[in-house]
């Protein structure tokens, strides 16, 4: 089943408050940033913004050095992927390798040894091997259905397009980069329902706190 913001708020409401604070937080949080992002159908920067925004909404934690964004990030999914008795997330992954997730691990403007290089003037083909090898144990991984290195990889690729995009790196609504931010907009709309549904499903889930925890004032 496929679930909109409207629905995954209609059905966290059943069950929010025999959750833990931290995670009945995250839920709501991930699900008013995925509600925004279902507007944006024609401005494509915004919305894979708001769902970058929505990904992090429900798994980041207390932003120290002990962990980098790209560490929690693996994590939180390997957590998801653990409770993902259905493999629904396996099946989203792998319908869609065809199409968005195949394109955008094997787009260079979104592998980071690529800018570096570019910034270093490396005019070695170092890069390219590193990129090369990073394809083939995407395609490794997807032969043998490990849903979770492709997600890792997949990931790690939209995290250098977010730097671009959250860092004044690319310009709004570009040419130049209206691929990656076309594949990666799809392929976080089709994940974060199932990461979301998947958490309001197993409320056990332990998480950390929240960076930014609510407060109420009275």
Not at 27 to 38: F, G, K, Q, T, V
Not at 77 to 100: H, M, S
Not at 139 to 147: C, D, F, H, N
Not at 186 to 210: C, K, Q, Y
């Amino acid at each position: 089943m496929t679930f909109n913001a409207e629905a995954l708020k209609a059905k966290h409401r059943h069950v929010r408050d025999n959750q833990p604070e931290n995670l009945r937080v995250r839920i709501h949080r991930a699900i008013s940033w995925l509600a925004r992002a279902e507007q944006e159908t024609a401005d494509l920067d915004a919305q894979f913004i708001f769902l970058w925004i929505s990904l992090n909404a429900a798994y980041a934690a207390d932003f120290g050095f002990e962990q980098s964004e790209r560490e929690q990030t693996r994590a939180f999914i390997g957590r998801v992927l653990a409770n993902d008795q259905e493999g629904r997330l396996q099946d989203a992954a792998f319908q869609k390798f065809t199409g968005p997730i195949r394109t955008m691990i094997e787009n260079r403007f979104v592998f980071e040894p690529y800018w570096r290089a570019m910034r270093e003037h490396d005019s070695s083909d170092r890069w390219e091997t590193q990129f090369a090898a990073s394809k083939r144990v995407a395609m490794k991984a997807l032969m043998g259905r490990q849903t979770d290195v492709v997600l890792s990889i997949v990931l790690d690729r939209l995290y250098v397009l977010r730097n671009q995009l959250v860092h004044g790196g690319a310009t709004w609504n570009s040419g130049a980069n209206r691929a990656q931010v076309r594949d990666g907009a799809s392929i976080l709309m089709t994940l974060m329902p199932i990461i979301i549904d998947l958490l309001i499903d197993d409320p056990a889930t332990e998480f950390e706190g929240v960076a930014y925890p609510l407060v109420r004032e009275f």
